[in-house]
């Protein structure tokens, strides 16, 4: 609301002006001074004389008059009639709303001014004339814009309900419906009354609009313009004037949206596309020289990984959404890394490309993957060039929805060839032969005719399998799914599934993070599992013995609820996911678990291996199973 | 796509037909003898000799239908009526002045364009910072201050006081090129200004908008350089939107370069109209309307099929 001061005031200044003017001791608008024409600013006219000698500063507040008693009073008559019409329109539709709004849209087939022009031609220039063409004008307006908020409520639950209750709907739109349209109808008001400022003085200006001696802006300007050489400062006045109220009226407009919908304040932009980091990467640990010459296999080893909450001053700044993540791949593996929505399996695969949303950031942990050429870098501590060159190479990314992951209006080719042309010097007619081929490979039929088509004339298999296409172009080392499958229907599901197996037999150098929350797919694809829960590993190991025997109740839970033929019963899991900012003190899957002891609520549970390649976080691991 | 172009040129006929019909019932609308009201002059009466005359010339003694058909037959056979002032056709100045009024309009949309993308981009990228800012206001600033305005302070200031220019006018591009285009600047130019703010907003709201989606990240998750990123899978998904309302703003233009051509004493078809308007030349004024309003909404059908070009998934919606 405090946004709203600034323009209400000043508009609340010019309307104490406007209706105090005959009170206010200045000057006769009328009265001429033929010999003092074009005098400067004095004491007794501060603003100066005009081309009779009137005194300008009073004819400037007469025409503000003029121009807001015709653009006010036609912006409300055009709302009550346009409002009356929507609503009409809207609640009846049907027969109702062709006749109603409609009708009122034919006046937008014409150009506004000249629809004006039009009624001045018919009725001549004056007062009444404007009001009528302005309010035609702007009926067609209010309109639309109360037809389709009325269209919105009226689909809600408590109009649905009065009309059961058979209250008349006359009633139904007076009372209810007008209450509801009323905020997009003032935002609407304050933006049609600046719009008719702008015809009304355009007309006067050409001497079509106001007649004199009545003053007004236009009629001002255009006199100015005569005596431009003479008197410039008379061209002024006028013109500040009604920019200013015109600017004052479209500030309130702007100004209302936001208050009225806040929902509509823009996003911030995009960080990554900035060169120059607006922040410096956080202070981490360094790699650990030791750690790494222990694990010469490892592809991607993620140690210690927090993700946090990253907006300066924003609410729940530094909430933390990724708690001290770990886990690694080896060259040719699959990993599958499993959890509810919310668990952050998802922020971390991003986390690793750079991917993250602007509004988190790493705070902790490093991430050292083993590039082609042997050296070892922390993908956590890469900014978005070393990013770049990684991403789409040696790092590939598959998503979730792949018809929002695709662009729009590219053809799949180029989008595939584009990837291609990145990363390696070739020609465009071999990407493109090749981008053909990858089709082809990834099981999309007829490829060649494929490769010219748009993403929204594929299946929603096929263009999963375009994605894979694209991430695979490159043949990476490090291949990184998100839930690849979940939008899909299960035949083509294990179609997907296959395909990327298949993959991996062509490519057996690389190494794959399958996100999913399906425990069904990781029996399928997967060499090892990673459990996430509430932002943290709780169990890591290979897929056969961590199904075998579960060693941390989550997971075995996870376990439980899967719909298996031979199940005796389905067990859900009580509770829901701790909010992040709300952690527990102690296990986060404690307020869950069937197994929770004292001790599991004071401390966070320490990591423990019951057996070697096999990690969990649970005091009580011994007993779960 | 032909099935959608067909869809919306029938769209775009039926249109046409209504402001046609509009525009001769609006002058049957009006209560009274519409002679009578033409020939009137604030409270004076009309001279009855004068009413009997113009009710001869525009066919009112004529049963309505008649004079309906009279004139739906006039605008297909491009006859668009006589002037009351000297009797020249309409048509004719027409056709001569029309081109001047489209020049003004393109090259304002050109200029538009040309700084007000960029604009626009450059504050979505900056998005709350001071650049942001400074565009937002310059933009809020140009959408207030209305053409007339602008064009008066430009002559003010380049013509009188700096001398660097004519104060306005018009010479055929054959007799003298560099001059005609720097006649043509200033009214374009001017209109540029208004129309540079809503290109700028709308390509600010629409790159913000683009940069959210999924596209984008896997754009970058497929390692594009950040320029390329900007170029093909932001601006190029940004500017479908924004071009549309261009095209939106150029339709209104069309009859709305009244003023900007009335400062600059620009002959366009304009400026025709408001002198037409002043005499309440009727037919000079229906003629100059009707064929502005079918370029209107016969341009609002090239934006739509545009539109379904650049965004391939349009025209299957239909």
């Not at chain 1, 024409?37 to 006219?45: D, Y």
């Not at chain 1, 006046?107 to 150009?111: A, D, E, G, S, T």
């Not at chain 1, 907006?311 to 708690?323: A, D, K, N, Q, T």
């Not at chain 1, 993250?356 to 705070?363: N, R």
């Given at each position: 609301m405090r946004k709203l001061i600034l323009p209400v005031s000043i508009l609340a200044v010019i309307l104490a002006l406007v209706v105090l003017a005959p009170v206010?001791?200045?000057?006769?608008?009328?009265?001429?001074d033929i010999p003092h024409?074009?005098?400067?600013?004095?004491?007794?006219?501060w603003l100066g004389q005009d081309?009779?000698?009137?005194?300008v500063l009073t004819r400037l507040i007469y025409g503000a008059r003029a121009s807001l008693s015709i653009a006010i009073g036609s912006a409300l008559a055009a709302a009550l009639i346009g409002t009356a019409l929507g609503l009409l329109g809207g609640y009846f539709r049907g027969i109702v709303e062709i006749f109603t709004v409609r009708a009122a849209e034919i006046?937008?087939?014409?150009?506004p001014l000249l629809l004006a022009l039009l009624v001045v031609t018919i009725f001549g220039a004056g007062f009444w004339p404007l009001i009528l063409a302005l309010t035609l004008l702007y009926t067609p307006n209010y309109a639309r814009v109360v037809y389709a908020a009325t269209l919105q409520v009226r689909a809600l639950d408590f109009v649905t309900a009065q009309r059961a209750l058979g209250t008349h709907p006359l009633q139904i739109v007076v009372r209810t419906m007008l209450p509801n349209v009323l905020p997009p109808l003032v935002v609407q008001i304050s933006l049609v009354i600046a719009s008719a400022i702008v015809i009304e003085s355009g007309l006067s200006f050409l001497g079509l609009g106001v007649v004199p001696p009545t003053p007004s802006w236009g009629l001002m300007i255009r006199a100015a313009r005569g005596a431009m050489e003479q008197a410039p400062l008379l061209l002024l006045w006028p013109s500040v004037a009604l920019a200013g109220t015109i600017l004052t009226f479209n500030l309130l407009c702007d100004r209302l949206q936001s208050v009225l919908d806040?929902?509509?304040?823009?996003?911030?932009?995009?960080?990554?596309?900035?060169?120059?980091?607006?922040?410096?990467p956080a202070p981490r640990t360094a790699p650990d020289e030791d750690a790494r010459n222990d694990a010469p296999a490892d592809l991607l080893s993620i140690a210690g990984l927090t993700i946090a909450l990253d907006?300066?001053?924003?609410?729940?700044?530094?909430?933390?959404?990724?708690?001290g993540v770990g886990f690694a791949v080896r060259t040719g593996e699959t990993l599958a890394l499993v959890?509810?929505?919310?668990?952050g399996k998802t922020l971390t695969s991003l986390a690793v490309t750079g991917l993250?949303?602007?509004?988190?950031?790493?705070?902790g942990g490093t991430a050292t993957y083993r590039r082609r050429d042997g050296a070892v870098v922390d993908l956590l501590a890469q900014d978005e060039d070393g990013h770049r060159r990684l991403r789409g190479d040696e790092i590939s990314m598959v998503f979730q929805d792949a018809s929002a992951a695709l662009?729009?209006?590219?053809?799949i080719g180029d989008q595939l060839t584009e990837v291609i042309l990145a990363h390696r010097a070739i020609g465009r007619a071999a990407a493109k032969r090749e981008a053909v081929e990858l089709l082809g490979r990834v099981g999309i039929p007829d490829a060649e005719r494929r490769a010219r088509?748009?993403?929204?004339?594929?299946s929603g298999g096929q263009r999963q399998r375009a994605m894979i296409a694209i991430a695979v172009a490159n043949q990476p080392k490090l291949l990184l799914a998100d839930?690849?499958?979940?939008?899909?229907d299960p035949t083509i599901q294990a179609q997907i599934l296959a395909l990327i197996a298949g993959l991996k037999r062509d490519n057996p150098e690389m190494g794959v993070v399958f996100v999913t929350h399906n425990l069904a797919v990781v029996a399928e694809i997967a060499d090892r599992v990673c459990v996430m829960y509430a932002g943290e590993v709780v169990e890591e190991g290979p897929v056969a013995t961590v199904f075998a025997r579960p060693r941390h109740p989550y997971t075995a839970a996870l376990i439980g609820s899967v719909p298996e033929g031979d199940a005796e019963r389905l067990v859900a899991i009580p509770g829901t996911v701790p909010a992040p900012g709300h952690m527990?003190?102690?296990?986060?899957?404690a307020p869950r678990?069937?197994?929770?002891?004292a001790a599991c609520r004071e401390a966070p549970p320490p990591e423990f291996?019951?057996?070697?390649g096999r990690r969990t976080r649970c005091l009580r691991f011994e007993e779960v199973t | 796509m032909l099935r959608y172009i067909t869809y919306r040129s029938l769209v775009a006929v039926f249109l046409v037909w209504i402001v046609v019909t509009l525009v001769f019932l609006l002058l049957h609308l009006v209560p009274g003898d519409p002679a009578e009201v033409l020939l009137s002059q604030g409270s004076t009466a009309a001279d009855p000799q004068a009413v009997a005359n113009l009710r001869q010339r525009l066919g009112l003694d004529d049963p309505l239908w008649l004079q309906y058909a009279h004139h739906i037959g006039g605008i297909l056979t491009g006859d668009l009526g006589t002037s009351f002032?000297?009797?020249?056709?309409v048509a004719g100045q027409i056709v001569q002045r029309l081109p001047r009024t489209l020049e003004v309009i393109v090259t304002a949309a050109l200029i538009a364009v040309l700084f007000g993308v960029p604009a626009g981009t450059l504050a979505a990228v900056r998005a709350g910072g001071w650049i942001d800012n400074v565009i937002s206001f310059l933009s809020s600033l140009a959408l207030s201050t209305p053409v007339f305005v602008v064009g008066s302070v430009v002559i003010l200031i380049?013509?009188?006081?700096?001398?660097?220019?004519?104060?306005g006018g018009y010479v055929p591009f054959a007799v003298d090129p560099a001059r005609h285009v720097l006649l043509l600047l200033m009214p374009a130019g001017t209109v540029a200004l208004a129309l540079w703010a809503v290109v700028a907003r709308m390509s600010r709201g629409s790159v913000l908008d683009v940069l959210e989606r999924d596209y984008v990240r896997t754009a970058r998750a497929k390692g594009l350089k950040r320029r390329r990123i900007l170029r093909r899978h932001v601006v190029r998904n940004a500017m479908i939107p924004v071009l549309t309302v261009l095209g939106l703003e150029m339709g209104t233009l069309i009859g709305g370069t009244v003023l900007v051509e009335f400062v600059f004493n620009w002959p366009g078809l304009s400026g025709y109209l408001v002198s037409a308007v002043d005499a309440r030349d009727y037919p000079e004024v229906v003629g100059i309307v009707m064929v502005i309003s079918i370029l209107f909404v016969f341009l609002n059908l090239v934006v739509d099929i545009v539109y379904a070009v650049l965004d391939p998934r349009i025209s299957l919606s239909r």
């Open positions: 206010l001791p200045l000057a006769d608008e009328r009265a001429m024409r074009f005098a400067g600013p004095s004491m007794a006219h081309e009779f000698g009137r005194d006046v937008l087939c014409l150009p806040p929902r509509a304040v823009p996003a911030g932009g995009a960080i990554w596309l900035r060169r120059r980091r607006t922040a410096p907006r300066p001053g924003g609410i729940g700044s530094g909430m933390e959404l990724v708690r959890g509810e929505s919310g668990s993250l949303p602007d509004v988190l950031g790493v705070t662009n729009p209006v590219h053809r088509a748009y993403p929204h004339e594929l839930e690849p499958t979940t939008a899909l527990p003190p102690g296990c986060s899957f678990c069937d197994h929770a002891v291996s019951p057996e070697p | 002032r000297d009797g020249a056709p380049f013509a009188q006081e700096l001398r660097l220019v004519p104060a």
